[in-house]
């Protein structure tokens, strides 16, 4: 089984699976994609600082004739969106134990919670957009810029899933197993973000 491990040559979902188990160390993949979130982490911290940055130059905060934002489906979105976590660490736990059928499943029901977590955001964006232009006052700028920002790594992260739905369905192999593990991350890592956005969000209406 080390000799599978070094060649990463595991094509069957035991095999892909007992591979993993036995692992020492995370793989590049993983590493690879934890870098990307660092560096992404880093852009929304920014972001959200330029946001409160912004607010403190402001003695109206949004400007007056600007309706304050939305409390209550803004959580319950988020709320959504983080609890789309729990297939993704479930379907990882079917990964590793060789069950690629039930991770299949329940990759697609990360999917589909998501996709419509999105699909609501971007209606709202949408209306947001007739109320109120992003080149009209500094917080307008940054409330587009930030839920756009946050809106696109969701549709990556959608893309990226789909992507993987597809490989799953020719069989459960190391390579897509590390894809998997990879894939949940970069959900968390969203989800995350997502608590962080929305609280920044409806901050003047708290």
Request: proline share 0%.
């Given at each position: 089984m080390s000799e599978v491990m070094r060649s990463q040559e595991a094509t069957t979902p035991a095999m892909a699976a007992a591979a993993q188990r036995q692992r020492r160390a995370l793989p590049n993949g993983w590493w690879g994609v934890a870098l990307f979130i660092g560096g992404e982490t880093t852009f929304f911290g920014l972001m959200i600082s330029s946001y409160f940055y912004l607010r403190f130059q402001n003695a109206h905060w949004p400007p007056v004739g600007v309706e304050k934002p939305k409390v209550a489906l803004p959580l319950i979105l988020t709320a959504i969106l983080v609890a789309s976590v729990v297939p993704l660490i479930a379907a990882v736990r079917a990964g590793l134990a060789g069950r690629v059928a039930r991770?299949?499943?329940?990759?697609?029901?990360?999917?589909?919670?998501?996709?419509?977590?999105?699909?609501v955001q971007i209606h709202e964006f949408l209306s947001d957009l007739d109320k109120m232009s992003p080149h009209a006052t500094a917080y307008s700028s940054i409330y587009f810029t930030m839920l756009g920002a946050h809106h696109l790594h969701v549709a990556a992260?959608?893309?990226?899933?789909?992507?993987?739905?597809g490989k799953?369905?020719?069989?459960l192999t190391n390579?897509?197993?590390?894809?998997?593990?990879?894939?949940?991350?970069?959900?968390?890592f969203v989800a995350v973000v997502g608590i962080a956005v929305v609280f920044t969000e409806i901050y003047p209406s708290l």
């Open positions: 991770a299949w499943v329940l990759l697609l029901v990360a999917f589909v919670v998501q996709g419509g977590y999105l699909g992260g959608l893309l990226l899933e789909l992507w993987l739905l799953l369905l020719g069989g390579y897509r197993l590390i894809a998997l593990r990879v894939t949940a991350l970069y959900g968390y």
